[in-house]
Every structure is written in C-alpha cells, then in structure tokens.
C-alpha cells in the first residue's frame, strides 16, 4: 500500500532563509505526488503537483519541488521564505482514486 | 466558483448527541472527499464518493458514522452517536471525473472543526 513520510514534524527557519520540506514515498508504481498548505483555520491549498516529464515541478508562492525516484523521494523547496509562509505543510501520493497524506510538517518564521 | 463549501465552521455539542456536518463541491465535479484531521493521527480519508455512490468507506472509523450523498451538489457527514474523541476538523474534498483529467487536483473545503464534550 502507498505511504508518505514526512519526517520532520516541525521546523523553523528565519525569514528570507531558504526552505527545504522532506517527503519520502512508498508506492510501487510511478508516483502522483502533490504538495499541499494548510494555513491556519483553513483547509488545504494546492502548492504543486508531480505526474512525469520533469522531474523539477514549479508551483505557486515560489515553492518547486524535487522527484528523484531513486530516494523515494519529493521534497519541497523554496529559496527565501516569506513570514506570510507559515504554515503546515503536506505531501500526498495518490493511489487508485484516494490521496494518502503524510503527517504534515509544521513551519515557523522567525522574524 | 465559490470553491467547495462546508457548514457549519464549527460544531461544539455535548457527548451522545447527533452531528451532521454539510459539503457542497465545486459544480462539475464528480469525485466527493471526506476527511479527518487530527493531531494524533493526521489526514485520514474516510469515505468517497462517484457520481453520488459511495465507492470506498473503509476509512469510517465505525458504525456510528455514516456519509450520503443525495445529488451531485450534496453530501453529509453524520455522527450518532458522538464522543469525544471525534472532536476533530473534519474535511470535504470535489474533483472531476473527466478521464482527460483524472488525475486532477482535490479543492478542499475549509473545513468543519467539531468538538465533543
């Protein structure tokens, strides 16, 4: 069955310091994987998607992200974040019909 | 579009009482989504639904939850009766059907947050 692991639960970075979110996958056939953020007391907004061709996906906000699929993995980056970035952030892989999220990764800016 | 819409923001109710939580999804779509989301155990999808059929409900922790659909533009989310361990934000998700798109975007609702005392 596909999973997602997000292995840091929470970071912090400074303001105008760059980004980098890890998400490593488990699925056997070639990943679908997305980047969601959730701001606080909102639901879940779309960042990027990855379905094949370049393996560096350009999303919105200034996030790209990363497929190597020899690591397993899809990390998220972002060369200079901005306060109004502060956020829980989530990667999904997707199966038949069903995303699988991962825990999430909370990300404080300090001023 | 108003995006998918989800009432009420906020439930606050009393352990043993009834919830029925509201999801209208984007017009068009014909995937609907809902979601748990907790600190303990993070996103988990509990039910979904194609062309107002219930495809996979094997995420509904137990009997006491239950999901329609009734029409394309509707579906619940009911809760009887509740405890207080369903206190969480609960999340309704639309996206198309169309086999051009299949593999499109979920538009989340903003969500319901519910608390059981």
């Known amino acids: 069955a596909q999973s997602v692991t997000q292995p840091d639960i929470h970071i912090t970075v400074s303001e105008g310091a760059s980004l980098e979110l890890r998400c490593n996958y488990s699925y056997g056939a070639t990943p679908y994987l997305f980047w969601y953020v959730q701001s606080p007391g909102q639901g879940l907004q779309l960042l990027l998607k990855?379905?094949?061709?370049?393996?560096l996906v350009q999303g919105i906000k200034g996030f790209e992200a990363e497929f190597k699929r020899s690591q397993s993995s899809f990390n998220l980056r972002k060369p200079s974040v901005h306060w109004s970035d502060a956020a829980e952030y989530f990667c999904?892989?997707?199966?038949?019909?069903?995303?699988?999220f991962g825990q999430g990764t909370r990300l404080t800016i300090n001023p | 579009d108003a995006g998918v819409i989800q009432s009420p923001r906020h439930e606050v109710t009393e352990m043993g009482q009834e919830v029925t939580l509201r999801c209208k999804p984007i017009s068009g779509h014909d995937y609907l989504f809902w979601y748990r989301q907790t600190m303990m155990r993070g996103l988990e999808l509990l039910i979904y639904?194609?062309?107002?059929?219930?495809?996979?409900d094997s995420g509904m922790p137990e009997d006491r939850f239950s999901a329609k659909m009734p029409n394309a533009s509707f579906s619940t989310l009911k809760i009887q009766p509740s405890e207080p361990r369903d206190s969480a934000v609960y999340f309704c998700?639309?996206?198309?059907?169309?086999?051009?798109?299949?593999?499109?975007?979920?538009?989340f609702g903003p969500g319901t947050r519910l608390t059981v005392l």
């Open positions: 639904f194609n062309n107002n059929v219930p495809i996979d």
């Open positions: 998700a639309s996206r198309t059907g169309d086999l051009k798109r299949i593999l499109d975007t979920q538009y």
């Open positions: 990855y379905f094949s061709g370049d393996t």
């Open positions: 999904a892989v997707k199966g038949a019909q069903k995303l699988v």
